[in-house]
């Protein structure tokens, strides 16, 4: 799609209104110059790139759109200035900001002074994140080598064509340089998604949905949470300590609701992300309140249980700081058998992502709620539960390790696993003792299940948003000082 395509795709008829200003005087090199005339004849642009203000789905936004079909899209230093004074201009009006690269990376006629606009690109881009203003970005085929590494990238959501081409260094000089071919797979979006480094692949025909949805969240006001209704379901079951083996024994039936179902059961509006691995997450209203979401999905239907990874503790923390910066609480689910165990994890550093993991959360500067929805194995579970409330499903636990794991430890066999899961303390009952769980959701009955759960997840961000951040932070010190008893 041309640069005017794109914007005519995404923005709602008749608002587009170009910020494009006149250019300076042409380049001295005739080459150069004549090369830009050709590309403003071929495109109908004066430049690789196009900037305005639009209303998508009725939601004003600043849009910044590069045209491939200009020198390749790539980056001199006209089209770093205009893509820069576009960023402010949508920091001063205080507007969302989508952009949609596409391009070679930087003009190769123009050098360093091209190349070192990056910078000038992404100090604006930073600025715009620190005024808590959304930037969301939509990386077309192929985005590559300087516009990669700086503004195509720095999204709060970075969303991805499907195939595209996505890299630092062009197959090109990669083949000159090294002296055989780049692996084909390697500079894909879906590869790239695989690692945590993308939100998701979206197809143009649905990026004006997601985009909306996503709007429709980061611009929501709260409302105060629905009280429940009497009359609504059957009086439910209160929770009580029950039998340790029996919850490990539910949490792992397939019919178990998982956390994708669980979003897509309850928010009002959501947007999920991510391809179909252990993570999710995304953006909902919940109750009322918007939030940004990261959980796990311990299986898929009817498959195999699903470890969490490096790249998805990644992912988690950069979905964590985004909801800093935006000012929006963030939502954690639990439910997982364990992190990746490999030497692919080991290389990847997967104790060192969940170290990461759990400062960020103990530090993030916005309100964290944490569901313990069903299994809580080891450290891929404890990663997300540094949280200011932590609400659990009746029939959740957490454990260092599965009480079979626990079992080959302390017995030499996992004949012990029942056993041991009734004496380490795992049940929500024995958490909350242990100061993790604030609230525990009955799970009986099983079709009141989400409200219940919706409701509480509601409760609990309504007060947590009314509180000052000073007294935010200094209770959860508090409250983490204490985890443990």
């Known amino acids: 799609m041309t640069a005017r395509q794109l914007i005519d795709l995404l923005a709602d008829p008749g608002s587009f209104t170009c910020w494009d200003e006149p250019l300076g005087p042409p380049p001295a090199d005739p080459g150069y110059r004549a090369a830009l005339e050709r590309a403003r004849e071929r495109t109908g642009l004066d430049e690789a790139v196009t900037t305005g203000r639009a209303l998508l789905a009725g939601h004003p936004v600043a849009l910044v759109a590069s045209e491939f079909g200009f020198l390749g899209g790539s980056i001199g230093v006209a089209t770093a200035e205009r893509i820069t004074r576009a960023v402010e201009r949508a920091t001063a009006e205080r507007l969302p900001l989508v952009a949609l690269p596409v391009s070679g990376g930087t003009r190769m006629q123009e050098g360093a002074a091209a190349f070192l606009c990056m910078v000038r690109i992404t100090a604006a881009v930073h600025a715009h994140r620190a005024a808590g203003l959304p930037y969301l970005t939509y990386l077309r085929n192929p985005t590559m080598g300087g516009v990669f590494a700086s503004w195509g990238t720095l999204g709060h959501l970075v969303l991805a064509e499907p195939g595209a081409r996505l890299g630092f260094l062009g197959p090109r000089v990669y083949e000159e340089l090294r002296g055989e071919p780049l692996p084909p797979d390697v500079q894909r979006s879906e590869t790239l998604l695989g690692r945590g480094l993308l939100d998701a692949v979206v197809p143009p025909e649905r990026l004006r949905e997601v985009l909306r949805g996503a709007l429709a969240v980061l611009t929501a006001r709260p409302t105060a949470p629905a009280a429940p209704s009497a009359a609504a379901e059957p009086a439910a079951e209160p929770a009580a300590a029950g039998d340790a083996w029996e919850s490990v024994l539910r949490s792992r039936r397939p019919d178990r609701i998982g956390a994708r179902e669980l979003l897509r059961r309850t928010a009002e509006e959501l947007v999920l992300l991510g391809g179909d691995g252990a993570l999710v997450h995304g953006l909902a209203v919940i109750g009322g309140q918007p939030v940004l979401v990261a959980g796990q999905q311990r299986r ?173 932070l200094t209770l959860r010190t508090t409250r983490t000082r204490h985890l443990g008893g």
């Open 300 to 472: 898929s239907p009817g498959g195999p249980a699903r470890p969490f990874t490096a790249a998805d503790l990644r992912a988690v923390r950069r979905w964590a700081q985004a909801a800093e910066e935006l000012g929006l609480p963030l939502l954690t689910l639990v439910d997982t058998a364990g992190a990746e165990l490999s030497v692919r994890a080991e290389l990847d550093g997967i104790a060192v992502e969940i170290a990461h993991c759990l400062h960020t959360l103990v530090a993030l500067r916005t309100p964290v709620v944490a569901v313990l929805l069903g299994q809580g194995s080891g450290g891929g579970a404890l990663a997300l539960l540094p949280a200011d409330r932590v609400i659990a499903a009746e029939h959740a636990w957490l454990a260092p390790l599965p009480p079979e794991g626990a079992s080959a430890i302390v017995h030499r066999d996992g004949t012990h696993a029942p056993a041991l899961a009734r004496t380490q303390g795992i049940r929500a009952h024995d958490l909350a003792a242990a100061g993790l769980i604030d609230h525990t959701v009955p799970e009986t009955p099983a079709a009141g299940f989400p409200a219940r759960l919706t409701t509480a997840v509601a409760t609990a961000l309504a007060h947590l948003t009314a509180l000052p951040l000073p007294d935010l």
